[in-house]
T-cell receptor
């Protein structure tokens, strides 16, 4: 069964450093998303991406965040200057249509020290 | 924006009993309501969803009901088993693939 894959599974970084989280969505999917989950809390929407542009973003997704689809398979989330409060599990997700089920990756745990 | 409230935050049941988790939402334009199960350290996985044109949907031991007038929806799990133990999240959005707003989660513990 096809699935969304994410790397790295865990990244530890110093405050102020740039981090890039990588995702490979399911190959025929057209809609891509990033969500985050701070430990023990709810899953929060960050951004959705379709047709090579951001379609929606939340208040969390400020100027420190960016997304990119550099080629036909990868979808990345960049945090330019990490803060302690960016520590969370970041989930990538994809869907075939905007009326379809979201498939989540296993997540990338980011720890900012 | 949308706000989703979920209750209870923890629920402990005996194996074989039923479990009910309830959610309310604020945006009357929301019309897609999925439920996700998340095991410790794992990804959220869709277990059932409902769209606003139906009031109830069932899949084996799992059912979801939706009351659009009252803006609430519920997850019902019958004949619970220990492997049902997990955190369950409800969510709402204006369309199935759009931005999901999640509830706070319910930790379900099924005691053998």
């Amino acid at each position: 069964e096809p699935e969304v894959t994410q790397t790295p599974s865990h990244q530890v970084t110093q405050m102020g450093q740039e981090v890039i989280l990588h995702c490979v969505p399911i190959s025929n999917h057209l809609y891509f998303y990033w969500y985050r989950q701070i430990l023990g809390q709810k899953v929060e929407f960050l951004v959705s991406f379709y047709n090579n542009e951001i379609s929606e973003k939340s208040e969390i997704f400020d100027d420190q965040f960016s997304v990119e689809r550099p080629d036909g398979s990868n979808f990345t989330l960049k945090i330019r200057s990490t803060k302690l409060e960016d520590s969370a599990m970041y989930f990538c997700a994809s869907s075939l249509q905007n009326t379809g089920e979201l498939f989540f990756g296993e997540g990338s745990r980011l720890t900012v020290l | 924006g949308e706000n989703v409230e979920q209750h209870p935050s923890t629920l402990s049941v005996q194996e074989g009993d039923s479990a009910v988790i309830k959610c309310t939402y604020s945006d009357s334009a929301s019309n897609y309501f999925p439920w996700y199960k998340q095991e410790l350290g794992k990804r959220p996985q869709l277990i059932i969803d409902i769209r606003s044109n139906v009031g109830e949907k069932k899949d084996q031991r799992i059912a979801v009901t939706l009351n659009k007038t009252a803006k609430h929806f519920s997850l019902h799990i019958t004949e619970t088993q220990p492997e049902d133990s997990a955190v369950y999240f409800c969510a709402a959005s204006k369309a199935a693939g759009n931005m999901l707003t999640f509830g706070g989660g319910t930790r379900l513990m099924v005691k053998p």
